[in-house]
């Protein structure tokens, strides 16, 4: 078989283009929800500060370290993995867990437990961009590939926006609960709470994804 001949056989081979620009979707809106969890605390450190009794440099920790440290580090296993296993499950569950551990930051009574939360925020929100290039690649044929990694990384911009307009708005609104078994919770708990949680029906919304035949190669 000539080279022409297998790049069209492999070119029939990549899904359909509608259902491509599906995930793509899918993909950018997680994405987008990644930066609005990771950077909700932001907006929230005066009250954190308050409620806590916790320093400034505490703060810094879990703005920066807590969440930047591990993120970077598992970025490169969870690449080795993205490149042998589901990749639409390693998404999944990544998005579960900073989802998860965004609405946990809520429930923190110190700045041990919310050190831990955030640290698990940043390990799950590691395991999305690496397993969405690659399942990129594997969608768009070699001619789109470079307008479709433009489109996902516009996730990161409508994060940035979406994180001060709807951090402020969800801020702005949102009351003091005291719910069973949790007990009272301040409205900046409550933020996390709001902001976190959705993104578990985002989670169960990429499991739906189909896992793509691998195909291509990122440039």
């Not at 591990?70 to 490149?83: K, Q, R, S």
């Amino acid at each position: 078989m000539t080279n022409q001949a297998q790049t069209e056989s492999q070119s029939d081979e990549y899904p359909e283009e509608s259902y491509a620009w599906y995930v793509m979707v899918v993909l950018v809106i997680a994405y987008a929800f990644s930066y609005v969890d990771r950077t909700i605390i932001a907006l929230l450190v005066e009250p954190i500060r308050e409620s806590l009794d916790i320093t400034d440099t505490e703060i810094s920790l879990l703005h920066g370290i807590a969440f930047a440290l591990f993120y970077t580090l598992l970025g490169m296993p969870i690449g080795w993995l993205a490149d042998r296993g589901n990749r639409v499950k390693i998404i999944s569950a990544g998005v579960f867990l900073w989802s998860i551990a965004t609405a946990i930051c809520g429930l923190a009574n110190s700045f041990i437990q919310m050190f831990v939360a955030r640290v698990a925020v940043g390990i799950g929100e590691a395991a999305l961009s690496p397993s969405a290039y690659s399942l990129v690649t594997d969608y768009f044929r070699p001619a789109k590939l470079a307008r479709a990694l433009s489109v996902y990384n516009t996730g990161l911009f409508i994060g940035s926006g979406l994180a001060l307009v709807i951090g402020g708005a969800v801020i702005e609104i949102t009351p003091a609960l005291d719910l069973p078994v949790v007990g009272y919770l301040e409205p900046w708990q409550v933020t996390f709470l709001y902001v976190g949680l959705p993104g578990v029906l985002i989670a169960f919304w990429a499991y739906t994804l189909r896992e793509p035949k691998r195909l291509g190669t990122t440039p």
